[in-house]
């Protein structure tokens, strides 16, 4: 049973930073790659970042230079770093994972970018 948690949303002014966690179980950690997500109101969900299992980044271009994906293979755990965010930031994050192919998801956290 895949298991994913994702932590470290809550409220932050623009030109701040915020981390995002996430602890996933039920797979094998570290031989998958692992994404986060967004959402906000009205919109689809976004693409955010990609990692794959050996540590290579993808960003999308909206955040790119912002903001930094990476994992801790020992403690099976996801990061987003969130620097210089922007109020366009504001959404509920979400990581992602795929198994046998299979995507799941957390419930993701919200992240709210206002003075």
């Not at 689809?44 to 794959?52: F, G, H």
């Not at 620097?83 to 192919?101: F, I, L, M, N």
Request: hydrophobic share 30%.
């Amino acid at each position: 049973q895949v298991h994913i948690v994702a932590s470290g949303g809550g409220l932050v002014q623009p030109g701040g930073s915020l981390r995002l966690s996430c602890q996933i179980s039920g797979i094998n950690f570290k031989i998958h790659p692992l994404d986060w997500y967004r959402q906000a109101p009205g919109n689809n969900r976004e693409w955010v970042a990609s990692i794959s299992s050996g540590g290579s980044t993808n960003y999308a271009d909206s955040v790119k230079d912002r903001f930094t994906i990476s994992r801790d293979n020992v403690r099976n755990r996801l990061y987003l770093d969130m620097t210089s965010v922007k109020p366009e930031d504001t959404a509920v994050y979400y990581c992602h994972a795929t198994r046998q192919g299979n995507n799941f998801w957390g419930r993701g956290t919200q992240v709210t970018v206002s003075p």
